[in-house]
C-alpha cells in the first residue's frame, strides 16, 4: 500500500484554471484565474508549492510553500484524490474543508466553509488542467444525469491511521415527480433513505434531522453540505464528480456527534441502468 506522501506525489504538475466562487445557493460571484504549481524537490522528499492568483484587473498574487510532511488535518487516497479541513466544529468557530480529485489531466477541487455561527457561507470550485493539455472541460451537472441506480467500491482513510477499510455501495435515484426526487443509498450494510426537492441547481433535503443540499454545479460537479452544521448529529461534507456518463467519484469527509473529524471516503462508481 502506497504512503500518504506517495499519494500526494500524484498532484505534482502545472495546474492551470481558475478559482470559482459562489453564494451558498449555488449563485456566481466570481472567477479568479489561477495555476498552481506543485513541485518536488531532493528526489520528493519536499514539495514546493506556488499558488498564483491572476485576477483580470489586478496585480497578480503569489503564495508559496515549500513542505516535506503532512499535517494531521489532510488524508490522501490511492488515486491522489484528497481532503483537508477542520479537525473539529466548534461553537462560534469558523470550519471548513477542502477536496480534490484526479481523472487524467484534470484536477476538481473546492473548498467549503462555515462562519462563526456555523452557516454555510462561502464555497468555491476549482477547475483545473495540466498546463498544455488540451483535456475539456465536463458540461455543467444536471439532475437527469444522476438519475438510475450506481455500483461503486469505496475506500475510508481513517483520521487516526486505522486500516483502510473496503466495501460496496449502491445508490439509487429517481424521480417521484418533476419536484421531487428520491435517494436510496446502501454501503456495507447500512442503508439511507432521503426525499429531496428539485429547486433549480440544487437538491434540498429537509426530511432528516438536518437540512441540506446538493448543488449541482460546472464541469460535473456535486456538492453536498449541511446549510448549516448540525451538532449533536454525525454529518458529511461530500463532493462528487461526473467523469462520463456511466462513470462518476465522490469524496466524503465525516464529522462525529461531537464534530470531531473521523475520516475520508473516496467511492468510485459506475452507473448499471
Not at 472567477?31 to 514546493?48: A, C, M, Q
Not at 484587473?57 to 491522489?80: H, K, M, W
Request: overall charge negative; some cysteine; charged content about 25%.
Amino acid at each position: 500500500m502506497s504512503t500518504q506522501w506517495e499519494r500526494l506525489l500524484k498532484n505534482l504538475g502545472y495546474w492551470e484554471g481558475s478559482f470559482t466562487r459562489f453564494s451558498p445557493e449555488g449563485d456566481f460571484l466570481e472567477d479568479t484565474p489561477t495555476v498552481v504549481s506543485l513541485e518536488g524537490l531532493e528526489n520528493n522528499t519536499k514539495i514546493h508549492q506556488v499558488v498564483s492568483y491572476r485576477p483580470h484587473n489586478a496585480p497578480r498574487e503569489d503564495r508559496v510553500f515549500t513542505y516535506s510532511s503532512l499535517g494531521r488535518q489532510i488524508r490522501f487516497c490511492q488515486s491522489g484524490a484528497f481532503s483537508q479541513g477542520s479537525l473539529q466544529c466548534a461553537p462560534y468557530s469558523q470550519f471548513g474543508a477542502e477536496f480534490g480529485l484526479i481523472e487524467g489531466h484534470r484536477r476538481l477541487r473546492s473548498v467549503i466553509l462555515y462562519n462563526t455561527e456555523a452557516k454555510l457561507d462561502k464555497i468555491t470550485l476549482i477547475r483545473e488542467k495540466l498546463l498544455n493539455s488540451n483535456t475539456p472541460e465536463r458540461n455543467p451537472l444536471k439532475i437527469e444525469q444522476l438519475l438510475g441506480e450506481w455500483q461503486g467500491h469505496a475506500v475510508t482513510v481513517h483520521s487516526d491511521y486505522q486500516p483502510e477499510e473496503e466495501f460496496t455501495t449502491h445508490l439509487k435515484i429517481k424521480r417521484l415527480d418533476q419536484q421531487y426526487i428520491l435517494q436510496e443509498l446502501t454501503y456495507g450494510n447500512r442503508s439511507i433513505s432521503s426525499k429531496a426537492r428539485l429547486e433549480e441547481n440544487r437538491l434540498l433535503f429537509e426530511d432528516s434531522p438536518y437540512t441540506s443540499q446538493i448543488l449541482l454545479m460546472a464541469d460535473g460537479a456535486s456538492l453536498n453540505t449541511p446549510l448549516q452544521v448540525p451538532l449533536g448529529n454525525r454529518f458529511v461534507l461530500e463532493m462528487g464528480w461526473l467523469i462520463s456518463p456511466s462513470q462518476r467519484q465522490r469524496l466524503i469527509r465525516s464529522y462525529d456527534e461531537q464534530g470531531a473529524w473521523q475520516s475520508v471516503t473516496l467511492v468510485e462508481e459506475h452507473k448499471i441502468c
